[in-house]
């Protein structure tokens, strides 16, 4: 892929990219084929860090400064908060060491709402998710224009990666989160929600770093944990995987197999919690931690007819779950049918869904307003790009950007 090498040439084609966006009212995201509307706005100060939050401060957890060497990945748990009948949490409050250089804050809360955040903000007034967006729209699903760092509302439990874009830098100190809750209908509710965030500190990219998968044999074309061993198609499926994963220095490992409850044979996206993906990410409770990716038949979105076969894979969330199994979000589901006259695209689905499970975005979205990632050295409408909306056997490229963001997620095992 062709990258921008000046820096004036990249700001120039970032800040003609993000004016795009600015002007995009709508976006599709990803396979979920949720069509969303996103008011923009310009990013706001954050309040100043007051008594209260230093007060609150002190029933908060901090990275150790002494000892042994840190964890690659350590997780604070910042307790359990009420969202009021504005949806709104109060601010919640982390210290931010200074060898953190990237963080997923997860929100865990009851299944029937979705959670997003309504700030997240720094003491020195730099809004990496501005206050007012929530104000400024009516679908709170995502945050894409006013948001540089994009984030995607999720039912159940929520996870958002900072930062997922080269606009956004981490720097040590106080934070505020304040999380926001809210129904299908998309109206604020009231309820309980745990707060957690895992700090990830960088490692050298000369550095590998395992990625453990559990593969999920439903029963689907007959594979299970035992004769799945067997199957080229699989095997060729996980090497052009890997293949594409070693350009971020990342290894599948260990790779592990189960046999998972066989309802999960069908599955529709249709409904988010009742439906058979739901069912099929709780299928994965009790199994090893390790991204869990499920082997189906079909996977019908909603509006599709009947017996169609729209999606390739979809993945739990962007980022899913950190470290989490058996959630409704905590999977990769695949469809192992091929159409009739097309290629077998099974390789570059499981490393397209397992890239968007560790938090990546689409390259672009599909059709004329569709909207782009704000990654600097991914071209737009680039059907060569890993993460573009629609897969091909050409989908083989991540950019250097892409590759940082994939190193951030506290899936990853440094050794
Ligand atoms: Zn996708």
Redesign the pocket.
Known sequence: MKRATHTTVQISRLQAKLSRQVKHLSIRL??WLIVLLCACSAPSASDPIDQADQQALSDVAGADSQGPAPLRVQRIKLGEHSTDATGKSPKVVFDLPADVTAIVVHVDGPDEFHYTLAALTRDAGFAMIPQAWLDQTSLPDACVGPCQNRIVAQRGYAAFLFPNTPLIELRPGLHQIRVYAFDDARKPVATQVEIGVDFVRSTEVSTTLKLPMNLCFTGAKGWNAVNSVDQQRLQQAIDFAQTILSAANIEFGPIRRFDVDPQGQYIATQKPVDSDLAKLFESGAGLPKAINVFFTDRIIAAGAPPGANVALGV?GGIPGPPNEVGHIRAGVALSLHIPQGQPDLLGVTLV??VS?YLGLF?SSEPGPNGAHDTLVDTAEDDPKNL?Y?S?SEQSLQLSHEQIQVLRRSPWLVAP
């Open positions: 990803g396979l993945a397209h869904e968007h689409h993460m909306w897969l």
